[in-house]
Structure formats: structure tokens, C-alpha cells
């Protein structure tokens, strides 16, 4: 078969859909994947069609796929929750729909999909007030009236969802739905004729408006003059780490943001403020950056690490080093657009000053309104030493010598984990396979309850001028979670200071974590400090930052 054009391929798929073929259907999707891979409507169009041809198992991934390319998409929140209530994984569906809500509190579909699967649970308070709120703002809307009524039956009160299937096939004489609740209503019911309109009217008005309530919490802040904001980075798990938290900050006062990691869509937004991360990663970021500032849009430009000096062979080298002539052209034409660099540490400050006119510090934060960063786990019999790829590349090993070879032997209790490092872990051949595990990477929204599962999380970092320029992440994810560390005496760890120790050599590093995990109590000691320092670190605090340099451009 000849290769065809993306256009062609959709128009194809689109045609198959039409005509019910929804093996052609899937075939076109696939191979338009192939062509743009991070194009998430994709994915989910993939999702859709698996669904309709009845493997709702295998669309899952689909829809999780387009969640992760825009995780500020209230509609690839409901997809997803729609596919779980489907597979009956009622909680994951409520997880989600609750997500979906966050986002956009006006989505009428999400807040029937949340009522219903919180009955489906046995939470029949909950679903019913839901449903009412959104009976009551629109006493026409036949969909709603006859999910209430779903809602009442499900919880076995037959006669209110008598009254209230009839009030929907009132509104819409045509309305199949209600008309076969009511079919079923009947054949259960005897007895209509004892129905008190009164104390049902007296039943819907006193159930509090969740939909107001919530929109209330929303509200923008008097003090902030940003409204409307564009996120625009590479689909990196890095960018999520970085924007996530400030987004969600956003989002809760009112703010509308929009991630995205395609030019075609910055194209239409004409905002005022357009926030870049890591734009150099490709030519189509670099010329958003042009155009947005052509547009007349103020830029601004997150660059999270020194990639003047990214070593040989660290993650996306080829795409983020300037020491590729490609991507230094890149580098400098966004250096010179932006209105303001922002950096996350005191030493990228320095680096890029030479560099730009204008580069302000702005930390990292944690959303602590998320609960994975609180979610208790249980006690385990072993004590466990954590090593995090995201922080610690291979080349940083020799820091510490043999000193973990040496703790695995003297302490059977030990083990050793590596997430999401298959090169870090076969790096460390010397210590035996059954005294190490390996974490392969997960969804980064249950990254901080992995954190957990470590008694003690170490950070080795060679003494290089890349790792000197590194921001307190590490660190301050550990005080978010409250675990105790062991970390190279890098200049933003040594500012951090809480919460740990710090080691050099290979002794040093020994006798560090043995102290640690022969010691509970300082363990604990540790984590309470580290977590009050990342206390000061919030979302919240932080997107104060944020929206005081928006303000001052």
C-alpha cells in the first residue's frame, strides 16, 4: 500500500466509521499515529473505536496516553472515567471524573458520570445531591431528571424515581431512557397513587448546590490580573514535574490554562502570556516561541537545567544539548525572543545572564492539596535504600564507591531499589540480584506515594559543573513526603539543608545511610524537618511568584 497522507488516512478512518468498519477504522487510526505520535485526539479516536468494536480493556492505555499528553484536559479526564465506569472500576472512574471537575466545574457530563458511579458505590448521598444540583440549575434537561431518577432507584426509592422518570418524559415525550425506567418502576412498584409531590419538592430544594459550592472555591483572587494562560512544552515527564503543580495552583483560582505540546494549537490561542519549557527541545517549540512573540504575547521561557553542559549521554542529549550546533541555534534564538527566563536554582541564574537580558529564580513546588503525598503505606520488615534515575544518572555512581556493596553485605535487612533506571541498576552489578529491585517508570501521579515505599532515598551527583547548577527537587520532594535522605553536597542541596546528610567520599557516603538506617529515630527527626521546609515550597506560595513576575511584564 502506498503511504498516505495524514489527511487522507483520517478522512479514510472517518469514512470506515460511517459505514460501521471498525477494523478499517482502527487500521487508519494506527498508521496516522505513526505519523504524529503525540497528537493526543489520536489516541483517543484509537480508544473510541476499540470501545465500539468492544475491547474496553485494550482502550484504556489509549485514553491514559492522550491524559498524559495534555493532563489539563478536562474532556481526556472524562474519556478516560467514562472507559472505567464502563469496565465497572468505579473507583478509578470517580478518581477521574473528580480530576475532570477540577478543570472545567461546568462539565454537566462529568458531574452525571460522578453522581452515578458514586451510587454504583453505595454513596447514594453524594449521588443523589449531584444530581440534583444539576436538576435544579436546568429543570429541563431531560438526561439529568432521568439519571436523578436512576439515582433514587438505584437507592431503592421507588416512588420519588416514579415522579421523576414522568418529569422527564414530560420534557421529552420521545426520551427511550425514562421511558424504560419507568417501564421498570412499574413492575416494582405497585402503587403510584401515594407519591407526596410536596416532600420530594421539599427534598430537592434542600440539597445544597455542589455545582455553586464548588465553582465558589473557584473564584479568581481580586489581586490576579493574570486570567489566561498557555503552557507550551515537549511531552516530557520533566515538563509535568515542572508545570503541573503551578498549573493545578492556577486552575483552583480561577485562572484558565492551557498545556499543549503542539504548534498548531498555540497558533489559535492569541494569549497574552505564553509559558515555554524547555522550547529548544524541538523546531516546531522554537518557532512558537518566535511567532507567540511576534504575536505580540508575552514570553516567557522555563529552563530547568544547565544544557550548556549536559554530559554526553544524559536523557535527550541530542535534544536538549546546546553542544549539538542544531540545538545551540535553537537555544540562543529562544534566549534572545523571551521577555524573561525564569530558572529554578541560584547557579542557572548565573549561567543564563550571560546569555539573556532578563532571568528571574522561581523553585520548584509541590501541590500538597494532592493526597498521594500523604497516602499512608504499610510497614515493611526490610529497610530499603532508594535511587531515583530522574536524579541520579549512571555516571554518578562511582561517588559512592563500593560503600553500597559493602552495606548489602553487612545488612541483610537491606535492599537496594532503582526506579526507573534500567542502566543505573545493571550499573551496580556488584551487588547480588536478589538484594536489588528494580521500579520501572509509572504514571507521575503516584510518583510521590512510590517515594514512600523507600526508608531512605540517596543522591549521588559527580562534581561537574551540570550537576553544580542542579535545583533542590530532589530535596524537596523528599521533605514533601517525609523521607529521610543521603545526598552529594551540591550548592542547592547545601541551601535546602534539611532533612538529611551529606556525603563525598566513599566512606562518607558508608557511614551516612548506615547511620541513618540503624537509627529510627533520627530518621523521623529528619523527615519532620525537611517536610517543614518543603512546607514553605507549596504550589500555592510558589504560583504567588509566578503570577508576580506575570504581573510585572
Known sequence: MDDLSLEQLLQNANQAVMHGNWTAALDYLQQAREIQPYNADLFTAI???????????????????ALRLQPYSAQAYQNLSNAYALLERYDEAEESYRRALELDDDDRFSWMGLARVCILQGKYEEGIQIMAALVQSDPQDALAMTLLAECYELAGDLISARWLYEQAIQIDANFEIAKMGLERI????????????????????????????????????KTTAVDRLLFCAPPLASSEVRLGPLAQELIRRGVQVKITTHFDELSKEGLRYALFS????????????????????????????????????YYHYDSLSAQQPEVASR???????????????????????????????????WDDTNPMWKKPVPPEPVLKIGILANHTQPADLPVLGDSLQHICQENPQVLLGIVAGLEVYEQLSGIDEERKFFVPPGKIEDYPFLL?????????????????????????ECGARKVSWVASPIPAYQAWEKGGKFASTPEEWKQAIQALLASPAQRYQFAEEGHQKALQRTAAIVADRWLELLNSL
Do not use: C, W
Not at 480508544?47 to 496516553?65: C, D, R, S, T, W
Not at 516561541?289 to 529552563?303: E, H, R, T
Not at 548565573?350 to 532578563?358: N, T
Open 452 to 476: 514512600a515505599d523507600f526508608t531512605l532515598l540517596i543522591f549521588p551527583l559527580q562534581n561537574i559543573p551540570y550537576n553544580h547548577s542542579k535545583s533542590d527537587l530532589a530535596l524537596l
Open 278 to 313: 524547555r522550547p529548544h527541545y524541538s523546531d516546531e517549540l522554537t518557532q512558537a516561541v518566535l511567532q507567540s512573540k511576534a504575536k505580540g504575547a508575552k514570553v516567557i521561557v522555563d529552563l530547568d537545567e544547565d544544557f550548556f553542559s549536559l554530559p554526553t549521554g
Open 331 to 365: 537555544l540562543k534564538q529562544v534566549l534572545q525572543a523571551a521577555d524573561v527566563i525564569t530558572v529554578p536554582s541560584d547557579d542557572l541564574l548565573e549561567v543564563y545572564r550571560k546569555e539573556a537580558k532578563q532571568v528571574h529564580l522561581l523553585p520548584y513546588g
Open 47 to 65: 480508544a473510541g473505536v476499540l470501545i465500539q468494536m468492544g475491547k474496553m480493556e485494550e482502550a484504556i492505555p489509549y485514553f491514559q496516553e
Open 186 to 221: 412499574q413492575l416494582q412498584e405497585p402503587s403510584p397513587a401515594e407519591i407526596d409531590k410536596q416532600a420530594l419538592a421539599q427534598k430537592l430544594s434542600a440539597l445544597k448546590s455542589k455545582l455553586q459550592a464548588h465553582k465558589s472555591q473557584l473564584t479568581p483572587s
